[in-house]
């Protein structure tokens, strides 16, 4: 790629790098994404739930604020998609149901009430007496949960697919490789993969878990560790105009995202571990988790495991990073709410090159 004024490279073809890509290249910047195995990483084991209430936790209004404001961020992402494309991102606004499984489950769910309480969220009491379809499927053993409005979920490989149509349509070049070294210039930055070297006006690196290229020189305030994660795809039973599940279950959280059709989503496991392999022991615990909540799952088909590595970063915030040099920048750090924060981290890439132009 030649050198043109408003040129960009983005090194990560995840939710991330694809929604930058996006966003420069409807403001009219040629782009070109480079990735050996796009949307492959956390956002192909991603559930997909932007869900600002239910996240909640002690310490992080920072992270609130922005699924908040990435809730509706989501909604015009999806009417641009609309419009250029006619490929839609259904964004389902079914808000979550939180229960627990035993009585010290049901303890941390009350805390959960009064940690939100703090956010100014608060969630509703609800019973199978009085809301028999919010728990249709759901163990009767849980007698009572709580409600939370507003949170939504969409489907990932949706939005990976609208996406791509869109930046397909828009030039976005994308290509099939791995970045192994970057460098920067007076006049721009350059990317070497092993068969190619390429040039543009500024570059992202939407590089999630994975170590930065050679040649990218961060300032050591940030860092990202790689978290394993692991969903579980199913096809049973159809909770899909229901709310999202949340439990917590021994102390461990669980999810069930349910799809139209039967299609549905178990997660997840989170082991500080890098390795790309799903552990029997942990998948075990998952399903158990999975079919003590929901044992109208009993029957479901088991389709297909995924696998990513969230990045993760020291205080668990996202940050966007201006690298040594003032071309490159880092965009990483989103751990567990890619999905959810890739409209705002489309917005500091469009925010970045406005300012390096």
């Not at 390795?275 to 615990?285: F, H, K, N, T």
Request: some cysteine.
């Amino acid at each position: 790629m030649t050198l043109t004024e408003k040129s960009a490279l983005i090194v990560g073809g995840g939710v991330i790098g694809l929604t930058s890509a996006f966003r420069l290249a409807t403001e009219g910047w040629r782009v070109t994404m480079l990735d050996p195995a796009p949307a492959k990483g956390a956002t192909w084991a991603a559930a997909g739930m932007v869900a600002p209430s239910a996240e909640i936790a002690p310490g992080e209004e920072q992270n609130y604020l922005l699924q908040r404001r990435a809730l509706v961020a989501w909604r015009e992402l999806s009417a641009q998609l609309c419009q250029l494309t006619g490929d839609c991102v259904e964004l389902h606004e079914t808000g979550t149901l939180l229960v627990g499984w035993d009585a010290s489950d049901r303890r941390l769910v009350h805390q959960f009430a009064q940690v939100a309480g703090e956010f100014d969220v608060h969630p509703r009491v609800v019973r199978p007496t009085s809301d028999a379809a919010m728990f249709s499927g759901i163990s009767g053993r849980v007698s009572d949960g709580l409600f939370v409005d507003g949170d939504a979920w969409l489907d990932p490989d949706q939005a990976v697919a609208a996406l791509s149509s869109a930046n397909r349509r828009l030039g976005v070049q994308v290509v099939n490789a791995l970045v192994t070294e970057v460098a920067t210039s007076e006049h721009g930055v350059t990317a070497t993969t092993p068969e190619e070297l390429f040039a543009a006006s500024l570059g992202i690196l939407a590089t999630g878990a994975n170590e930065l290229p050679r040649g990218a020189v961060s300032s050591g305030v940030h860092a990202v560790r790689p978290v394993r994660g692991m969903t579980v795809r199913v096809n049973g039973i159809d909770r899909s105009a229901q709310p999202m599940i949340r439990a917590f279950v021994h102390g461990r959280t669980f999810y069930f995202v349910s799809r139209p059709g039967g299609y549905g989503v178990l997660g997840a496991t989170s082991e500080e571990r890098s390795e790309p392999i799903v552990e029997i022991g942990e998948l075990q615990r998952l399903l158990r988790d999975a079919l003590d909540v929901v044992p109208a799952l009993e029957g479901a088909t088991l389709l297909e495991t995924r696998l990513g590595l969230r990045p993760a970063s020291v205080d668990l915030q996202p940050f966007f990073e201006v690298l040594n040099g003032g071309r490159w920048a880092w965009s990483s750090g989103h751990y567990r709410h890619g999905v959810t924060l890739a409209p705002l981290a489309a917005h500091d890439a469009l925010t970045f090159a406005g300012t390096t132009t």
